[in-house]
């Protein structure tokens, strides 16, 4: 059975050899030159893995799947959103090897992050602008999928991951303020913290959960530091999987200005 | 298909043998798999618990222990405070956190007859905690005011709320007198009738009518 070709491009699609060109008085190929063998090494990386996962299938029909009709570029909005995601991980990340989540030495830290360290500046830069464009992408990508209807059956619980999703975006843009734990971000994050407290019979507890105390205190840093760099980046991270799961599986939806077309063997017989 | 339904009221036989399932033995009531499918659950069930249920307990442990013993700290001798009007001092309110542990309270020497209420304080220190959303208020002299930079807050001289957003008046601390030093001790909450409640509350808790059994005290606090 001839195993199907990945799809190459075609600079490295093998090319067959010209007729009578090469091939030896009984019929057998030349030895495979230099550039052959190395355009070889790719190809069977990729065929040793896939023959050991069997992803080949799910990766064509997930990169390959197709897409409705007037798909514009508004349908770009909910990737740009996960890049965005991605952005805030990978600069959060690198980030965390100079911050101190420390009420004492946080400030001077991210002062150090700022001024002293390597590229710190452009890092911690995007870390705190790739927050608010993440925020804006996101209500973007909500407001499309609104406009478009995108949120009707089957695709209802899609649209509540996505809300799940924003709410978490929106928690780490508040756990992420108080971490340069400058006088701006401490008093937001107490005024923040306190509206919270505002809520009848919960609030209080909900605040005491944020603050790790009745004050805000040497926890309340730490604890705020801990959510918004392993508890919700690992659960965002596993909902946008689960997000991008019923995505591809149910594919996406038409622009509503885009009216089905109609059969034609259906128009005949409606005649 | 054929077989007539059954009425719902007719139960199946409890015995595995008696439903027909295939290698059952006389008087199994539940199968082998059953058995194994539901052990397996629960051992990981309880794995998952050992785990979890005491990391919940340790996140969530501030909502239910005492975590500010009280203590009393000094704020200068009796000498510097008088009852005409408030001196500001500055006081560790959690310890071991540097710079953003430590609060202003102002503080005046109790006026018999300004202070029917809680007069069995000999001091009145009256915490900068602006009971609207917690921003920091100052006592500006010349009015008698004590005023939020956040949203507007405005309390009168008691730290009773005479503008703006604020829910109940400025809180307190308890205050007493030792060999002519003047001590400060933990937080109270009043409501708008300057009546003393046993836990402090967050900011925005209101305190009168039924709204004080929406914001409960809580052992935290």
Redesign the interface.
Known sequence: MKRPQPPLPRALQRRPAPPGDGAGPNGDQAAPTLKDQAVEVPVSVVGWLDERTGASPFLRGFLYRKVPKGTNWFYTLGSASMFAFLSQAVTGVFLAMYYEPDASRAYESAQRITNEIFLGELVRGMHRWGSTVMIVLVFLHMGRTFFFGAYKYPRELNWIIGVILLVLTLAMGFTGYLLPFDQRSFWATVVGVNINASGPVVGPYLADFLRGGPEFGAYTLSRFYALHMLLIPVLIAALIGAHLYLVAKLGTTAPPWLKAEKSKALAKEQV | MAEPRKSPRQRKSRYTADRGIAGAYDGETVTRRRLFEGGAQGVGGIAVAAFALPSLGF??G??FED??PERYQDIGPEKDFNDETYVPKVIS??P??????KTTIYVRRTDPARDERNADQPYVAISTRCA?????VRYVTASQRFICP?HGGVYGFQGEVTGGPPVRPLDRFYTKVERGRVLVGARFSLNSKLERFPH??????HLDGLWQY???G?P??
Do not use: K
């Open positions: 996140a969530l501030p909502l975590q500010l309110i959690v071991n956190t540097g710079e953003a542990g609207h959303l917690g921003c920091p956040c402090p509350r967050d900011p925005s808790s929406l914001y409960p809580r935290s606090t």
